[in-house]
Each structure stands twice: as C-alpha cells, then as structure tokens.
C-alpha cells in the first residue's frame, strides 16, 4: 500500500492508501505500486483507476504532473474527479 494524492488548484480531490495506481503519461500509460522507482512525469488529460482493497475505483484527470516515491504518488493536476461506474 501506498498513498495516493491527487491535487488541483481548488483543493486536494484525493488522499487514499491505494494497492496500485494507472494513469496517462505523456510518454504513455504507466502504473504505480508500492516501491516503484522514483521519478517525475507530465499528465496527459484523460481516465486513470486505482484499487484499494480490491475494488477498482475510476477518475477523470487534467493535465499536470505527477510525483512518483517508493511510498507515494502526488499528481498535481489542473482538474480531478471521481468518475461514476454503473453497476
């Protein structure tokens, strides 16, 4: 586990210990787990999902950057939402 920020000019939108985390870089998709290899990215604006204790939880993201540590992920990124799932 590790913990997941995503931040936007209007305050934090999400602050949750999360299992793994996958999101749109410039470069391409990429996902997060605990103890990955530090680095820092650009954001391209688009879906990204996280899963904490099992479930699958989805969100929509702006553009921004993204801060990736062995224990932490900060996205800092223009707009953030959760996004609904129909079950």
Not at 31 to 48: I, M, N, S
Not at 67 to 76: F, N, P, Q
């Amino acid at each position: 586990m590790f913990l997941l920020e995503i931040v936007t000019p209007a305050g934090t939108v999400l602050e949750e210990e999360v299992s793994s985390f996958n999101v749109l870089g410039v470069m391409g998709e990429f996902g997060a787990l605990t103890g990955h290899t530090p680095f820092l990215t650009a954001l391209k604006a688009g879906d990204a999902h996280y899963v904490k204790n099992g479930d699958v939880e989805y969100l929509i993201l702006g553009k921004g950057f993204a801060e990736v540590t062995e224990k932490r992920v900060t996205c800092l990124v223009d707009t953030a939402q959760k996004k609904r799932t129909s079950k």
